[in-house]
DNA sequence: TAGGCCATCTGGTCCT
DNA sequence: AGGACCAGATGGCCTA
């Protein structure tokens, strides 16, 4: 295993939601995935053929392999060869959602590019912290402003969903929100914890979540 | 050199 | 039938 870094796995949590000195809690390290190999030449690239003067990747059957010189019929190859654009455009398009998704999560200006599966574990993160800032907030105004007639500026997200979903309890006791690791989670929080990276972990009870979870 | 990350190819399956 | 989606395989690039 590549040893990496290990600064503070929980740090980022610790000062979720409270006076950082971070212009935001949820930022990653930079050291850590700063000094993480590979990704930031090639890796994502909207434009893979660039990569190092290389066209293309990987095998490449296109051009001897079975959809090549093999006993293929013209039709078929061409058949797979259409396939093939598809799905590399299948790809692509994936790669510029996560690309999208990278521009709105906050990062180090000099951080290392995440790779998809700190993208897609870190927006999981990202949004929980999220959700855990307006319930807070909405708590705080509840107590400043208690009565019956109360309407929260804020949605009641672990109230019941506004759209009939379930309820979306977090596990975690809310007054303290740093570490609420779950080791069952198929988003491996132990995983970033291995890695030195410390990302929020999840919480997965929403169906929106369970869905994301099944995505990953 | 090993390991991580990635792009691509490929065949299978499901859906329209 | 054709396209979308998926997972396995393969091999390149990069860093420790």
Redesign the pocket.
Known sequence: ???KPQTAPNQQSHHFLASSPSPCPLLLEPGNRA?R???T?????AC??K??G?R???????DA????ALGMSKAKRSR?M???D???N???NL?SALDALRGVLPTFPDDAKL???ETLRFAHNYIWALTETLRLADQSIAAAAPGPSHESPFPQIDSGGPDGLAPWPCPWDSSSLCSPISPEGSLSPTDSAAEGRPFLAPCLRHPAQAAFQDFI
């Open positions: 295993q590549k040893p000094a190999g590979g990704s030449s090639q890796g994502g690239s893979p053929l990569a190092k290389r293309g990747r990987g095998k490449s059957k296109n392999g079975a959809a090549g797979r259409k396939a093939n598809r799905e590399r299948r790809m692509h790669n790779t998809k599966i």
